[in-house]
């Protein structure tokens, strides 16, 4: 409870609990929501690599990914290339788009897996573009009173997977991947959302989480940093999830 993350090693994989609920039951509305079997959240800023863990994750186990809707924002290529204009559309569509999202995995009978959730949309990527003043107040109040709306009607995850990645790391693999869209992002840009990301991860009390340093450690190819993932991981699996699909 109340422990520094950024106290911890940062070499090592970092597992919290500040939640008071037991373990298994999630609420929604200040009720039991329907029990989905094991959701998992992965959380991170752009380029942490989100996208691959839940793929190789959902490789290893009988999970269903749910990825961020990027490509589908119709909003987005334009959002980056005038920011104060497009701002209240673009997050309006994630709001929307993670919604219907939450809903959609609340029905699964198994385990779930999704790439960003909608609290790091609103406490991380709206709330930095009304800090910085690209998003007016009148606009922050708008997409406010929907998301506090919409919060009170989705269940937490069973964990939270939060990829800590400095912003250096996070540019070269930004260039790497050759998403266009992306490739003008102001670096400033990004160092406020790893601020963010930090602020957020720890004050976190949703439910349990593992912070998993993707610099310092590489499951991709490093067989003990990939051992040491998969057995914090599998901790927060049905007994029947944990048979691994492939060595």
């Given at each position: ?5 950024e106290?911890?090693n ?8 500040r ?10 509305a200040?009720?039991?929501?329907p029990?989905?079997r094991n ?6 800023n ?5 996208s ?8 290893r186990?009988?999970?269903t ?11 987005l ?8 204009r ?6 309006m ?30 406490e ?11 998003m ?14 919409i ?20 540019q ?16 400033d ?28 450690l ?30």
């Open positions: 409870m109340g422990q520094d993350v106290s911890l940062p070499y090592e994989i970092i597992e919290l609990d939640s008071s609920r037991p373990r298994g039951e999630r609420r929604r200040g009720r039991a929501a029990k989905v959701y998992i959240a992965v959380a991170g752009i380029g942490a690599g989100k691959s863990l839940v793929e190789f994750l959902c490789h186990y009988d999970i990914p749910f990825f961020e809707p990027n490509e589908q924002n119709p909003y290529e334009d959002f980056y290339g005038d920011m104060e497009w701002s209240l559309a673009s997050q569509y994630f709001l929307a788009a993670k919604f219907k999202l939450h809903l959609d995995l609340e029905s699964k009978p198994l385990a779930v897996i999704q790439d960003r959730t909608i609290w790091e949309d609103a991380i990527f709206a709330q930095n573009l009304y800090q910085t003043e690209i007016s107040e009148r606009d922050w109040k708008t997409y406010k009173l929907f998301y506090d709306s919060r009170t009607q989705i269940c937490p995850p069973d964990l939270m997977i939060y990829l800590r990645c400095p912003v250096n790391t996070v070269k693999r930004i260039a790497m991947r050759g998403r266009q869209m992306e490739q003008n992002i102001p670096v840009y990004l160092e406020r959302l790893h601020n963010l990301y930090e602020s957020w991860i720890s004050s976190y009390t949703l439910s349990p989480l593992v912070i998993i340093p993707t610099d310092k590489d499951y991709m190819t490093n067989l003990i940093d990939r051992h040491d993932i998969l057995t914090t991981i599998e901790k927060y699996l049905e007994p029947s999830q944990r048979q691994r699909t492939q060595p």
